[in-house]
């Protein structure tokens, strides 16, 4: 865990400092944000929320049960995916969608994850290479899964064209949904900043079938970065869609 807590410090530019007994509280007087290692993980404190942020598959496990079951996921009818697609996913998160479209494209596939910030990129990565479940298929999908702590714009504009079947769009809701408690805890740490027509226009580029947006169903951003919404709302969010070629699905 030293060797672990030590090399983040030097990656991130900070201190490392061993917690003893110190509380989180009095590790607040000396940083407003702070990244514990643990024997079960990373933990991430934020002076600004009542609870720590560590990774959980959220809804990813259960919605894995159901397509094993037979149902469908609108996400992965949104997207169109299917076995051996290539999926990046330009804003991770807590990296349920990821978890869901490694599963669909199977070990024949590749899903990209890309996180600009660095405290989420690290806690995730970490908890997709250790977290067990009795589900095999959702943990095979799991360590699958290629995790990037960069900036989607920068990293699509790296990008040769037509390199992914799908770049798919999950920027963080304005409007916070009230039922979303399961994410709170990465609220303080996750990046705000509206998803940008340059941004969409170089997934354009690099994707090969489609473009793809969740957003809040409310959202103005369908219409102004070109996306054609799905009419039909799950729960307080739905997805856009823009065809780039390929077999629209």
Do not use: W
């Not at 002076?47 to 990813?60: E, Q, R, V």
């Not at 998160?93 to 479209?101: F, H, M, R």
């Not at 408690?181 to 609220?187: E, K, N, Q």
């Not at 103005?220 to 823009?242: C, Q, S």
């Amino acid at each position: 865990m030293r060797t672990q807590a030590r090399s983040l410090a030097e990656a991130f530019g900070v201190r490392f400092i061993e917690r003893r007994n110190l509380s989180v509280n009095r590790l607040h007087e000396l940083d407003d944000e702070v990244l514990v290692v643990t024997d079960s993980g990373l933990r991430a404190y934020s002076a600004k929320a009542d609870a720590p942020f560590f990774f959980h598959p959220s809804m990813a496990l259960l919605r894995i049960k159901r397509i094993l079951g037979g149902d469908t996921d609108v996400m992965v009818r949104a997207c169109g995916l299917r076995t051996g697609d290539t999926f990046l996913d330009c804003t991770l998160g807590l990296g349920s969608d990821s978890i869901v479209a490694s599963f669909v494209t199977g070990d024949t596939g590749r899903v990209v994850g890309l996180e600009s910030e660095q405290i989420l990129a690290a806690v995730v990565a970490d908890g997709l290479k250790r977290y067990e479940s009795p589900l095999v298929e959702a943990v095979q999908a799991m360590r699958r899964i290629e995790v990037v702590s960069i900036h989607h714009l920068t990293f699509l504009r790296q990008c040769e064209n037509n390199s992914f079947d799908i770049v798919y769009f999950d920027p963080m809701f304005f409007q916070a949904i009230a039922a979303s408690d399961s994410i709170a805890p990465l609220r303080p740490f996750a990046n705000y900043e509206p998803l940008t027509a340059e941004a969409v226009e170089e997934a354009k580029r690099v994707a090969r079938r489609r473009v793809v947006m969740k957003n809040h169903r409310d959202s103005v951003d369908f219409n102004r970065l070109g996306f054609v919404r799905l009419p039909k709302a799950e729960r307080a969010f739905t997805y856009g869609i823009i065809e780039v070629g390929g077999e629209a699905q």
